[in-house]
């Protein structure tokens, strides 16, 4: 077993935290506030290769794995969740079609989205449904060498922006689930206004409105009727970004607790000498560690694992541990500040808004138990 970091994961890391300190750090408040995330922000993630970090060198990525994407995604969620999850919503997008996309189709769509030109989505949840497959109304219909792509799905992330979404909808002949790509600029592909959304600011949500979106038949990603299989493999490395983001929230709270509770004095002594907030510092701390191994440990999962079904199962467990942790943590954490915790000056208040999306998406919590006991009583 070996706990360390490679040379080239401590420098990506390193990296991700010189461009979190410098750039984002002084501006997670505009962010904020404005619920934007500045272009020269996004183009200098692109130019850092962090839109492409687990992706083939070939098709335009870093070639440095999960892990590394996950060192990565920890320290852009710490200085800003809104950031993190752009991030992670463009690499379950683009994971799917680097996983099941043939060599036209990553070269056409993976290269811009690798350097953050191009932002990729994910599609599936629609108005009547968020956790089950079977329930999809979109349709995709066969004419001629195309399909015409009917529908709306919701909830969103970087709909908005330019690039390839992977959307999941009924394809007519076989009436099975089909995931296709959809280039957004694509005519009859239009989004609704962003979501106000409580926390995560800058990360932008939308519906989708599909009316006769023509696309060509090449665009199935893998074959007619895998829109499942897809959707649970994409899905659980998608989970791989949520614990990560997560556990970058822990991280911020831990932070700004250790920092407030020095600064803070009762009779011109730290509050850090209180038992009470050192129980506090000592829970957050240990969630941190706990969060960051098993977190670390699904980015090694990602890059070698040799059973799908054992895979979802870590993958449900860690984003499930990891998120409610985080509400936890930001829960000690504010109480390290008191009443000041409340107010909008203070980070912790950002992260106690942030921190309830974890257990909300990508399948809430509760499912996410129930995959973790089928694979566990049927292991
Ligand atoms: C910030 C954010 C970003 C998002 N990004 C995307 C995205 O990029 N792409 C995308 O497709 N979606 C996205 N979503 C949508 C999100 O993934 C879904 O909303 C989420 O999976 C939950 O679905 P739901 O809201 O329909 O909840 P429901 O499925 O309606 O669940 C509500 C409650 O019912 C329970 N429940 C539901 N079904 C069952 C069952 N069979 N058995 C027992 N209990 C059940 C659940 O446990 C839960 O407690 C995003 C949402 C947010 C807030």
Not at 70 to 76: D, I
Not at 122 to 127: G, K, L, S, V, Y
Not at 264 to 293: G, M, N
Request: with cysteine; charged share 25%.
């Amino acid at each position: 077993m070996e706990f360390a970091l490679t040379k080239e994961q401590a420098l990506i890391q390193k990296a991700a935290r010189e461009y979190a300190d410098k750039f984002i750090e002084p501006i997670w408040k505009q962010i904020d506030e404005e619920n934007k995330v500045p272009d020269e922000i996004l183009k200098g993630l692109g130019e850092l290769d962090l839109f492409g970090i687990p992706f083939p060198e070939e098709y335009g990525g870093a070639g440095a794995g999960y892990v590394s994407y996950v060192l990565v995604m920890e320290q852009l969620a710490a200085a800003s969740s809104g950031i993190a999850m752009i991030v992670s919503a463009h690499t379950l997008g683009l994971g799917a079609i680097s996983r099941f996309g043939n060599e036209e189709q990553k070269k056409k769509y993976m290269l811009k989205a690798c350097k953050g030109e191009h932002i990729a989505s994910f599609a599936f949840t629609e108005p009547g449904t968020g956790s089950d497959p079977k329930q999809i109304t979109t349709t995709a219909v066969k004419d001629g060498d195309s399909y015409l792509i009917n529908g709306t799905k919701r909830f969103i992330s970087n709909a908005n922006f330019p690039g390839p979404a992977v959307i999941f909808a009924n394809e007519s002949e076989s009436g099975k689930i089909t995931a296709f790509i959809v280039d957004k600029s694509s005519a009859g592909y239009t989004v609704s206004e962003p979501w106000d959304k409580n926390g995560m600011h800058g990360g932008p949500l939308v519906d989708v409105y599909m009316k006769n979106v023509r696309i060509p038949a090449e665009n199935i990603l893998g074959e007619i009727g895998m829109g499942y299989s897809i959707l649970q493999v994409g899905i659980s490395f998608g989970k791989v970004g949520m614990s990560s983001t997560a556990l970058g929230g822990i991280l911020a709270a831990r932070n700004e607790a250790v920092k407030y509770a020095k600064e803070k004095t009762h009779r011109d002594l730290p509050i850090a000498r209180f038992q009470s907030v050192q129980l506090l510092i000592a829970d957050i701390a240990a969630k941190y560690e706990a969060c960051k191994w098993l977190t670390y440990r699904l980015g090694y999962q990602a890059d070698h694992f040799k059973d799908p079904r054992q895979f979802a199962k870590d993958a449900a467990l860690t984003k499930t541990f990891v998120s409610e942790s985080l509400v936890d943590a930001a829960r000690q954490a504010m109480a390290v500040h008191g009443s000041y915790g409340l107010m909008r000056d203070y980070k912790i208040e950002r992260i106690w808004r942030d921190c309830i999306i974890g257990p909300q998406i990508e399948g809430v919590s509760d499912m996410q138990k129930v995959i973790v006991a089928n694979v566990t009583l049927n292991s």
